[in-house]
């Protein structure tokens, strides 16, 4: 349970970025359309790129 519990946090964490990025693009989505659209794009590539990561590094737990 504790290993489950470590590894969500750990996902977690590594994701905060994108999931501000996110958050950002949603609040400035009306007035700014074209700056939320890149920080929906980079906000996922980030959260692809950090699965990635994250998941080769806890294979290795």
Not at 18 to 29: K, Q
């Amino acid at each position: 349970m504790e290993l489950v519990f470590a590894i969500i946090v750990a996902l977690i964490i590594g994701n905060i970025p994108a999931i501000i990025m996110i958050l950002i693009g949603y609040s400035i989505r009306q007035n700014k359309p074209k700056t939320a659209k890149i920080l929906f794009i980079i906000a996922t590539a980030y959260i692809i790129i950090g699965l990635g990561i994250c998941g080769t590094l806890l294979i290795g737990l």
